[in-house]
């Protein structure tokens, strides 16, 4: 999934510290991204290339994170397309190699949004100010804080035997750059449980119930600024679809062996369905992503 850059590990802690000429910048506005591609790599600019090509002033580039060695900074002015640099949708660089560009160009992208809608206190309306202790934007008058936001989101694969309920959007919601079959998803409300908005959402989506719900795993998906908790839940395939036409234009039970592939696995959606695909049991999946886990852990903490 797109937060899996091993051997490089992610490091979000904030630390008040200068970017050097090395250091990595995010450019992003309005959720368009500047990058370039060097070969089949995507490419973020450099704090000296951001002078020297941009002319910019990097007196006010912020902090983000690190990635392995890689220190990423923010620059939050409109810049043009310069020097091969390309100022394109910020899904174009989803799945682009190396892994950890791609990342923390989304994650980057993520505070982006958060910092550009956070810029006057919801409580008294004094300009807030960063706070230097930690990632978030304190009011000087009132005290009020405020931390980057983050959705909740539940993505439900619902099967029957050897055959899973999959989607497509309507032009609403539709994404032109992928067409790909999707899994039934939606926000969690005020109040409920992820099991409960799952219920929710595929009886709203599809007039079905589901049992036998089970958590599989969770990713972080800066692209909608969200977090989703990925289940498996069980439906009636003999059962009438009542397909909710404002949210989605396709929806059909497909069987395991005519899943077409997915194009990549960088979304919880496409591993559900590819597990799905290949028939593993949630202890087999789990015991995949535990092993990656701790692999990534002990690559950061023990060399």
């Not at 560009?101 to 100010?129: E, M, P, Q, T």
């Not at 969200?226 to 396709?250: C, H, M, R």
Request: hydrophobic share 35%; charged share 30%.
């Amino acid at each position: 999934m797109i937060q899996d850059i091993f051997p490089s590990d992610y490091d979000n802690s904030y630390r008040n510290v200068s970017p050097e000429d090395k250091d990595l910048v995010v450019m992003c506005n309005s959720q368009r991204l500047i990058y370039r591609l060097n070969g089949s790599e995507a490419e973020l600019p450099t704090v000296g290339m951001l002078r020297d090509i941009w002319k910019a002033d990097i007196s006010g580039l912020r902090y983000l994170f690190s990635a392995g060695s890689k220190r990423f900074f923010l620059y939050r002015e409109e810049a043009e397309e310069r020097d091969g640099f390309v100022r394109d949708n910020l899904m174009a660089i989803r799945g682009l190699e190396p892994a950890y560009v791609s990342f923390a160009a989304a994650v980057g992208a993520h505070l982006a949004h958060w910092y550009d809608n956070n810029i006057y206190c919801g409580k008294c309306g004094d300009r807030l100010i960063h706070k230097e202790t930690e990632r978030a934007l304190v009011c000087p008058k009132c005290g009020n804080t405020v931390f980057p936001r983050i959705n909740p989101i539940i993505i439900a694969a619902v099967t029957d035997k050897d055959r899973l309920l999959v989607a497509k959007y309507n032009k609403k919601h539709f994404n032109t750059r992928n067409n790909q079959y999707v899994l039934l998803a939606g926000y969690v409300e005020i109040g409920e449980s992820y099991e409960d908005t799952l219920r929710r959402e595929v009886m709203e989506e599809t007039g079905l119930r589901v049992k036998n719900i089970r958590y599989v795993t969770s990713q972080p998906w800066p692209f909608s600024q969200t977090s989703i908790a990925g289940f498996y839940a069980e439906a009636d395939s003999t059962l009438p679809l009542k397909i909710q036409k404002d949210e989605l234009s396709e929806l059909v039970w497909i069987e395991r062996d005519k899943l077409p592939a997915r194009k990549n696995r960088t979304s919880i959606t496409d591993n559900l369905i590819e597990w799905f695909r290949h028939g593993k049991s949630i202890e087999e999946i789990r015991d995949e992503r535990d092993a990656a886990n701790e692999a990534a852990y002990a690559a950061k903490n023990y060399g």
